[in-house]
């Protein structure tokens, strides 16, 4: 299984980007899929995504201004930003977690995409 993020760029403050992740390989409903982001000096966050189930979460820091979709027939999740702030700059990367729920002797997987970096600028 790989993960293709793409989208990213420079932007004004105030703009929009949309990130897109390609999956290719197998897609589970009961998998969780997620927006990641790392700025320079700081720690890998949780951005959005879905849980298990389809259900959405956010991070308090995007609610309202990011909203994350996908098309499973396509296998690609979206991130859609608008209203970006300088502290949304950093490199953006989707994640790819769950049990294949047809195998069950297989182990857990964890799959991470190459990231795509974002930079806000004033």
């Known amino acids: 299984v790989q993960l293709q993020a793409s989208g990213g760029g420079r932007v004004q403050s105030g703009g929009s980007l949309r990130l897109s992740c390609v999956v290719s390989?197998?897609?589970?409903?009961?998998?969780?899929w997620s927006w990641y982001r790392q700025a320079p000096g700081s720690r890998r966050e949780l951005v959005a995504g879905?849980?298990?189930?389809?259900?959405?979460n956010y991070a308090d820091s995007v609610k309202g201004r990011f909203t994350v979709s996908k098309d499973v027939a396509k296998k690609t999740m979206y991130l859609q930003m608008n209203g970006l702030k300088l502290e949304d700059t950093g490199v953006y990367s989707c994640?790819?977690?769950?049990?294949?729920?047809?195998?069950?002797?297989?182990?857990?997987?964890?799959?991470w995409g190459q990231g795509t970096l974002v930079t806000v600028s004033s």
């Open positions: 994640n790819l977690r769950g049990k294949n729920p047809y195998s069950p002797f297989a182990p857990d997987y964890d799959y």
């Open positions: 390989g197998s897609l589970f409903p009961s998998d969780t």
């Open positions: 879905f849980v298990s189930g389809g259900a959405t």
